[in-house]
């Protein structure tokens, strides 16, 4: 009996370091688990909210008010410029501004965005060219605008998107028209709106052509 009780005093003595390996173990792999899931969202994150700043560059060069509004949180604010209110109304008066204009690019750069859970905040360069007419009317003029955007993101449930924007402005310029449009070939420009060949080739990439 003393013998047999020996034994399993032994066997329980070399199944503590084993159980506390395993356990160990066990561990490390759930805080790995733990650290690649936090990675994976992260990126996707920082894609998603990227995603949205280009989604606003394309919603002011095809006059889309909807693709602009799904950039924004309804009480999303904004303050650019002269303006300081809901980022709803600053896109209503956009898109009064780009009703009058002949063609415009507006181009976003050198994105940097930093994720915290379901905030986020990012920095952005933007430039955009207008050609619009002139304001006395006597033909055309190219106005050539820079700066930066500072925008605070949330995620709602799966979706992000800007709840505050802070615009900085570091260049106006307005020239003579270089080159007038009227005269260009068809077909090789852009167009604002549904006219534009992005909408055309895009029907045909969803229909499988």
């Not at 992260?42 to 700043?53: F, Q």
């Not at 604010?77 to 809901?86: A, I, N, Q, Y």
């Not at 007419?133 to 955007?149: I, L, M, N």
Request: aromatic share 12%.
């Amino acid at each position: 009996m003393e013998a047999e009780g020996r034994r399993r005093w032994l066997a329980a003595l070399v199944g503590v370091p084993i159980g506390l390996a395993v356990l160990g173990k066990s561990a490390k792999a759930e805080a790995a688990g733990s650290s690649s899931s936090a990675t994976l969202d992260a990126l996707a994150s920082r894609a998603a909210i990227t995603d949205v700043l280009f989604r606003y560059a394309r919603g002011n060069d095809r006059k889309d008010q909807a693709l602009l509004l799904s950039c924004f949180w309804p009480e999303s604010t904004h303050k650019h410029g002269g303006f300081d209110g809901l980022s709803k109304d600053f896109i209503s008066h956009a898109m009064t501004i780009l009703g009058g204009i002949t063609y415009s690019y507006h181009y976003i750069g050198n994105a940097a965005v930093e994720v915290n859970g379901n905030r986020a905040f990012s920095e952005c360069y933007y430039a955009a060219h207008h050609r619009r007419p002139k304001a006395g009317g006597d033909g055309e003029e190219d106005a050539f605008f820079e700066g930066r955007y500072l925008d605070f993101h949330e995620r709602r449930g799966t979706e992000w998107r800007i709840i505050r924007r802070r615009g900085l402005s570091d260049l106006t310029m307005v020239q003579p028209a270089a080159t007038l449009y009227a005269s260009w070939t068809p077909g090789i420009h852009s167009h604002p709106g549904q006219d534009d060949e992005y909408f055309a080739m895009r029907r045909e990439f969803l229909a499988g052509h």
